[in-house]
């Protein structure tokens, strides 16, 4: 696919920057393999998100790679889109009700 997705990181990118500290810079990189559900993309989207921010939080600490491309690869996988979706799903529900979230069951 090339870089057809670079033009929508660097939006994404422009956007998470002011809640990151230390301005990080945007990197081009591997990502998991392509997801299984024809539905699922724009899980993997937040789903790679939530990694990159979780590295950058934690960057330095715990012997954290000096790199987010591990934590992608490690983090985001078919599995963890499913608990996701699980997870925005509940959270949705809980909005609708008006009600205070769900516990998890």
Known sequence: MGRVNLPHARRLADTLRP??????????GPTPLRETGSNDCGL??????????????????????????????????????STMREELLRTFKDQMIGGAPSSSQ
Do not use: H, K
């Open 44 to 81: 993997y989207v937040l789903a790679v998100s939530q990694a990159i921010c979780t590295w950058w939080r934690d960057r330095g600490r715990n012997g954290s790679s000096n790199s987010w491309f591990p934590a992608v690869l490690a983090d985001v996988n078919a599995a963890r889109v």
């Open 19 to 28: 809640l990151l500290r230390g301005n990080p810079p945007l990197m081009e």
